[in-house]
């Protein structure tokens, strides 16, 4: 059975988004295997026992905050909190640290696959801002016989 058959008539990687418009991070730019998350960004950092960002305002939560403008690393810089508010970067802290492999539209295995919405080849430790908490899709590489030949 091939990743069409699977996802049906929808399925047409030419109609997807590129990966710049969703901001889409290769595996070893989230440098994380466990998924992005506030505590492996380069603007955060600790005051008074709190986490804090350099660019956005508020309390951040380490383990489960993240947002759109994670960059990894360790932080270096001044602490001196942000003033973005969080709903302009989508912070949330709702869902477990952000990857493909744990989005609802990677559709793989456990290093590689693909995206119902973002063309290319994907990276099950990647990760891009349209990232949606998985609920039911479970294939593996045996479905992937019509993966992109090319990167996009
Ligand atoms: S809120 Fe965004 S920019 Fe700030 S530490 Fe978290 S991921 Fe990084
Ligand atoms: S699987 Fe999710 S996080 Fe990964 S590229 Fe697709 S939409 Fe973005």
């Not at 905050?65 to 001044?78: N, S, T």
Request: glycine share 14%; proline share 5%; hydrophobic share 30%.
């Amino acid at each position: 059975m091939s990743v069409k058959d699977i996802l049906g008539s929808g399925y047409n990687h030419h109609e997807k988004l590129a990966k710049p418009a969703v901001l889409y991070f290769p595996a070893k730019d989230i440098g994380e295997k466990g998924g992005a998350h506030c505590g492996a960004c380069m603007m955060f950092f600790k005051s008074k026992d709190e986490g804090r960002c350099t660019v956005v305002e508020g309390k951040i939560d380490g383990p489960t905050g993240v947002c759109g403008l994670y960059v990894h690393g360790e932080h270096v810089g001044p602490t001196m909190e942000g003033t973005i508010d969080k709903s302009v970067v989508g912070y949330t802290e709702d869902g477990p640290p952000t990857q493909c492999g744990n989005c609802e539209y990677y559709v793989g295995g456990p290093k590689l696959g693909i995206c119902k919405k973002v063309a290319g080849r994907i990276e099950f430790h990647g990760c891009c801002n349209a990232w949606e908490a998985k609920e039911s899709i479970e294939l593996d590489d045996d479905d992937l016989d019509d993966l992109p030949d090319e990167e996009c």
